[in-house]
């Protein structure tokens, strides 16, 4: 006589494990912005002599606002930008009685003559990027403008008296304009880029000096 085993059935249980590793994002919001590069006054008199030595510094701290799902965003911030510009065998002459400041020959013969201008400034930028997961990498644009107000500004000479290295420096902002505004550019991949700057205000306030625009031109380090 044959005999039946009677047992409880039993379920297996399949779990569908994935060999892909879940994507990772990081969208650094380029927080930090630090730029070097070459300054010199584009749009200058012909009696304005500047040599091709001048350069820009800039810092700024910026935060980051992405337009809804898109690879556009909007960034406001605060910095610093500093300019330096060399007179060629010239240097800036203050005339208090006549309320301006020209550019005339230097006599004194100076090993060199710099003009420095530092202002406080908020960038504001339309930025695009490719990589909408890590920002570090990918292609990277943005268009903007910066409105500065004046700290600071001054000249610098360096000789020689006697034998010994000397250096006259003159502080003074008083016949330079208040505010700078200036629109800006920047392409780049992944952490650097270029960046290309043109100032919409003359260096000094109207009829109070001559007419010189800066230019500024150089490289962008971000990532954070």
């Avoid at 494990?17 to 008199?45: E, V």
Wanted: glycine share 8%; charged share 15%.
């Amino acid at each position: 006589m044959a005999q039946q085993k009677s047992g409880r059935g039993t379920a297996d249980s399949v779990v569908h494990l994935s060999t892909t590793p879940p994507k990772i994002s990081k969208p650094a919001r380029d927080f930090l912005m630090l730029q070097l590069g070459y300054n010199n006054w584009i749009q200058k008199p012909d009696s304005v002599k500047t040599k091709s030595v001048g350069y820009v510094f800039n810092a700024y701290a910026c935060y980051d606002f992405p337009i809804k799902k898109t690879k556009l965003s909007f960034a406001a911030g605060l910095g610093i930008n500093t300019q330096v510009v060399y007179l060629d065998q010239q240097i800036i002459r203050n005339n208090d009685t006549m309320n301006y400041a020209t550019v005339v020959a230097d006599t004194s013969h100076y090993k060199r003559y710099k003009f420095v201008t530092t202002y406080l400034t908020a960038p504001f930028e339309l930025r695009y990027f490719s990589n909408l997961d890590n920002r570090n990498k990918g292609f990277k644009a943005a268009l903007g403008m910066q409105i500065g107000t004046l700290l600071g500004a001054h000249t610098k000479a360096v000789t020689t008296f006697d034998g010994t290295k000397a250096i006259v420096k003159d502080n003074t902002k008083r016949y330079l304009s208040p505010w700078n505004f200036a629109a800006t550019a920047r392409v780049g991949w992944g952490n650097f880029a270029v960046f290309g700057s043109y100032n919409l205000t003359n260096v000094f306030r109207q009829a109070e000096g001559p007419t010189v625009t800066p230019f500024s031109a150089g490289i962008t380090l971000t990532g954070l």
